[in-house]
């Protein structure tokens, strides 16, 4: 029986647009990287599928929102991501799995595109994508042609990659975490001492190679003991949390802070003399100031003393010298307080 040529040809479409799904999927099974993983998928879809735009929406409150946020030199994915409510994103898509096709009335999946993005669609096409069975955005895809994400075209493949993407995605995030407590205080998400101690090395011989200036902070809780008496040991880590946070908000961007053990803290400011790092403390400090540490019906404030170590000093001669030269400072500044 003679296969009309018609069907033949949609066979054969078929068929290559199946290849081309099983294609992307290969190409991201192994990425464990997360912007990474993001970046090539965008661009290969784009790419692959001649899809004029390709973007992600995220939930503003799941996990993945924060790790985006925080990413440095992740330009193309910032750029490709939205920011959206669970609220209007569920109201917008559902609690389906099963992509969204659309050409009419376009103007309501405004929300899910980035804020800047300019595109041009006739036609979208919205992937729900998920993590650990929690939806947590969407893979969108628009293209000016109002026929190209008609409502009615089979999405079954759009679906199995949806699905893929969301299983790769769990084990990417699984990676990503592994990594960071590599590198990073599990109570406080600062950098370990391990990866501090790496970095000041860098930084000093940085410093020394371009002739420019590093101050090292080393400080630690006055009376930590007493809070942990006072009001227990979770209000204790809560004090080391508080103060991490503090650290990091007035903080600039090149500069590093890190744990470096029980209730002592490292910063290391690149390209800063010692007034300035001086000045950075009292920025903090106001901050402190300004923000106690509730325990329901009680409140405390977190007092700190610091030292700070800084090159140029000829007296100064690694990076060693220059942490233990800020602690012995620290150890001063405590010995002359009340």
């Not at 912007?35 to 290969?44: A, P």
Request: some cysteine; hydrophobic content about 40%; overall charge neutral.
């Amino acid at each position: 029986m003679n296969i009309p040529e018609s069907i033949l040809q949609r066979l054969q479409e078929n068929e290559q647009l199946a290849m081309k799904f099983h294609e992307l999927e290969s190409s991201i099974l192994t990425i464990l990287n997360f912007q990474d993983f993001f970046e090539n998928l965008l661009t290969k879809i784009s790419q692959t599928f001649r899809v004029p735009h390709v973007w992600i929406s995220v939930i503003g409150e799941s996990p993945i929102a924060e790790q985006i946020l925080a990413m440095e030199d992740a330009d193309l994915l910032k750029a490709k991501t939205a920011f959206i409510s669970k609220r209007d994103f569920l109201a917008l898509i559902g609690q389906t799995q099963r992509p969204l096709l659309a050409n009419e009335d376009l103007t309501r999946f405004s929300a899910l595109c980035p804020p800047k993005s300019d595109y041009r669609i006739g036609s979208v096409a919205v992937a729900p994508l998920s993590l650990d069975g929690v939806i947590i955005g969407s893979l969108n895809q628009g293209d000016l042609d109002p026929n190209r994400f008609m409502p009615g075209i089979d999405t079954d493949l759009l679906e199995r990659l949806a699905l893929k993407i969301s299983l790769c995605l769990s084990n990417v995030v699984a990676h990503e975490r592994l990594r960071h407590l590599a590198f990073h205080d599990p109570l406080t998400g600062l950098l370990n001492r391990r990866v501090m101690e790496t970095m000041l090395e860098q930084e000093f011989e940085r410093s020394k190679r371009y002739l420019s200036p590093l101050s090292v902070i080393f400080l630690d809780l006055d009376d930590f003991k007493g809070i942990n008496d006072t009001f227990g040991h979770d209000q204790g880590d809560r004090a080391l949390i508080h103060i991490a946070r503090a650290l990091t908000a007035e903080k600039r961007a090149n500069d590093m802070v890190a744990r470096f053990a029980g209730d002592e803290f490292v910063v290391i400011l690149p390209s800063t003399i010692r007034a300035e790092a001086a000045h950075y403390i009292q920025r903090v400090k106001e901050v402190l100031a300004k923000q106690s540490v509730s325990t329901g019906d009680r409140c405390f404030h977190i007092n700190f003393s610091s030292g700070i170590a800084s090159i140029p000093n000829p007296e100064i001669t690694s990076s060693l010298a220059l942490l233990k030269r800020a602690d012995q400072r620290l150890y001063q500044s405590k010995k002359r307080k009340p």
